[in-house]
């Protein structure tokens, strides 16, 4: 299969002048070369195949906006390859952006005074959506994202979560083969999250749409992404699978047993004691350690289980130790 | 070209229909605007009565440079408000362009239908009202030629002053510091227009013939229509300048625009 996105040792540094105060200083900073160059994206290379639904993850400034504005055409790279859809985004604007969509988290692309139904009918022309497939793409959004309620109501009166539901549905009116989501749920409640997930989930399966989003919440990941990306300091710090992910970095499981006594000698060997409480206690163990079940066996040989469970580590701690330790470095 | 003019409808349609929502505010605002205009006007005539004329030129003469002004202005100031330094700044920052790129259709049509100032209508109807007073008192002899040059003269002031508010949006993608300075040619160079130009000094003159070719958009068009002799000796065809003048600024300035786009398009903000 041709890939959607294919990217290659993509660039993109800034020059950030030193003395850009006031006219005097701006145009002195044309002729000057008094500047520092700040690397937001530093020879980055991915393909995306059609119809995946890929995690972009980063902490902020890691250049995942950045990424994003190449890959919508906003900005044009300073070196690399970039290709999208089977074109260069920035070099054929119009012709790219009429079959993508994009949702930026903090900002809508709506116009503000005007009811939803009116704003989504404006882009219709603006897409030029043939009247059939906008009739049935708006019947079954508004079906999905609740969309009745507020359809007539002006953008700027919509809550948070009403709007955002409102500018996916813009986004995916045209059937774009590719969307850029970024921060989709960012602000948002449990339950309105949980709603936008559906959808997207809905999107990429049943139209076979190609999603690439970028999130905060970890959540959104486990419950959407096959495939995460995570970005620091402008370069690619790791591509594959969640569960990938989580194997290599996961750091330790813990297992939680309650024995029948309260025993005087719990240890293990090559194990930690995480806490204990009484009869109840916490292991935790490396998957480089042992396995789950040669603990479990280990101490059943010694003693008599009550209870016991297993908790896996926490993709957010995961993600977290990754940023803060640079173990992909 | 069909589907440019009906898109750019319907984003001004968009315009109109959110501010008549608010049909106090958008009253008060046109009375407001309209009334400034008139103060303004009114302030010079109590002036003029003391001095008797400006620089040679009686009240009705002057009221019909600074009508002709005023009211092309205004309409510039309707059509062309999307691209107000002031505004255009403020809506980059909060990442419009972005969005306007991320539609399939051209960034200056959007740009040009983001805004439409409806009640800049105030400003147009007093500036109509002072010219209309002008040419009531003032004994012109009419010609043909003149009837047919006076509205060119009107499209050339709007693309003039147009072009100016384009060159100041497309500055502030590089600085939003020196709006200020920008807006001194687009608010002063009105405010200069609307008087006779041989009250300036000599420097300034010469810049407004050469640089910025302001003295061909009002007041050389003003001496031919009001046969009036032209004290500066430019040659007998500047009165009939203001198209070419009004066309090149407003070409200029959408060079530059496509320039500063571009710009835009490989630095962000």
Redesign the interface.
Known sequence: MTPIIRVTNLRKYFRVSLRAKGLVGTVRGLFTGDYRLVRAVDGISFEVQPGELVGYLGPNGAGKSTTLKMLTGLLVPTSGELHVNGRVPWRERKAYVAHIGAVFGNRSTLWWDLPVVDSLELLQYIYRVPPAAFRRNLDEFRELLELDAFLDTPVRSLSLGQRMRADLCAALLHNPDLVFLDEPTIGLDVVAKERIRQFILHVNREHGTTVLLTTHDLSDVEKLCERVMIIDHGQLLYDGTLSGLRERFGGKRELVVDFAEDYADVSVDGVEVAGREGPRVVYRFGREDMSASQLISALSERFRIEDLSVREPDIEDTVRRIYEERLLE | MLYRLD?YR??IG?QM??QL?YRTAFLLDTLTTASQVVTAFLTLALILQRFDNVGGWKLPEVAFLYGMVEMAFGSMDMLFSGFDPDNFSLQVQ??LL??L??????ITLQVLGSEFIVRRIGRIAQGAAVFALGLALLPIQWTPLKLVYLPVVFASLVCFFGGLFIIGATITF??V??IE?VNIFTYGGTEMMAYPMSIYPDWMRRFFTYIVPAIFLNYYPALYILGKPDPLGLPAFAPFLAPVAGFSVLLVAALFWQFGLRHY????T
């Open positions: 898109l319907r984003l968009v229909r959110s929502q909060r990442g972005d969005q790129m991320l539609r399939p259709v051209d590089w600085t510091e020196s300075a398009q490989s630095t962000g």
